[in-house]
């Protein structure tokens, strides 16, 4: 079992940055590819960005590419995603989720899932 927590959303202006941490505990973390995930509302889940589990490929969606990067810490068991340039229209609860398959922009593929957090971009 892997339990994931998120921590860092907020309120912030359009422009700004945010820094997103997951937290994982249990067992063969480093084992793991790494994935963020978002819902707005009204919308279905997607895809935002993702890291292997070895940490030498990152994916991100087009509309993150130069804005948003996802780094994990095996030493700590942690996944970050850092948010500049933010817009309102990457407000939604963000997801952390891992899984041990190939790396997937599909959330049904992955195993476990943190809570979430709240991300809310102001105009």
């Known amino acids: 079992q892997v339990q994931l927590v998120e921590s860092g959303g907020g309120l912030v202006q359009a422009g700004g940055s945010l820094r997103l941490s997951c937290a994982a505990s249990g067992r063969a973390f480093s084992t793991f590819n790494m994935a963020w995930f978002r819902q707005a509302p009204g919308k279905e889940r997607e895809f935002v960005a993702a890291?292997?589990?070895?940490?030498?490929?990152?994916y991100y969606t087009d509309s993150v590419k130069g804005r948003f990067t996802i780094s994990a810490d095996n030493a700590k068991n942690t996944v970050d995603l850092q948010m500049n340039s933010l817009k309102p229209e990457d407000t939604a609860i963000y997801y952390c989720a891992a899984h041990r398959g190939p790396v997937t922009t599909r959330a049904e593929s992955y195993d476990y899932w943190g809570r979430g957090a709240q991300v809310t971009v102001s105009s």
């Open positions: 890291e292997t589990w070895n940490g030498d490929k990152t």
